[in-house]
């Protein structure tokens, strides 16, 4: 059994996936922070300049100013800011995700058309088949071929 996990855990792809993982947590700090430390406090300007973590619902039915204060009292209490901040967290990483992933996709188109564009066959001068770019002889004639 040891022996067969030692066998799923140095897959390439489970290396692949751990790397993948460590490096979301990090874009996911990046993320989290450009949320809280830049978007955030601009438009809470434009809001009057409210503070998101502190809008919440106290269920039991007082005025609490902070969310500190409700849960120092021990009070339940749901924070819609919270949330908001997260759906705003959740839409900006997929816009800076999909903004990268299209970059990559047009390299990746740009290089596929430069090795696209590079003959893989030649024709042969005797008998006209396409053959190998690398072939010195003809496999269909035995002929003779410059590189």
């Not at 290396?15 to 809280?36: C, E, K, M, Q, R």
């Not at 996709?105 to 030649?122: A, G, L, W």
Request: glycine letters at 6%; charged letters at 20%.
């Amino acid at each position: 059994m040891l022996l067969e996990f030692k066998k799923f855990a140095l897959k390439g792809n489970m290396i692949d996936l751990a790397v993948g993982v460590i490096i979301g947590g990090a874009f996911n700090t990046i993320v989290t922070s450009l949320v809280n430390d830049i978007i955030m406090p601009v438009f809470s300007i434009f809001t009057g300049n409210l503070d998101f973590t502190n809008w919440f619902i106290a269920l039991d039915g007082k005025y609490y100013k902070t969310i500190e204060i409700a849960k120092a009292e021990g009070v339940a209490t749901i924070n819609y800011g919270s949330f908001l901040s997260g759906v705003i967290n959740f839409l900006i990483m997929a816009f800076v995700l999909f903004l990268l992933v299209r970059q990559i996709n047009k390299i990746r188109s740009k290089f596929t058309k430069e090795i696209e564009q590079q003959p893989t066959t030649k024709k042969c001068p005797r008998c006209l088949s396409d053959i190998n770019i690398l072939a010195t002889k003809c496999p269909h004639c035995t002929s003779d071929v410059e590189i």
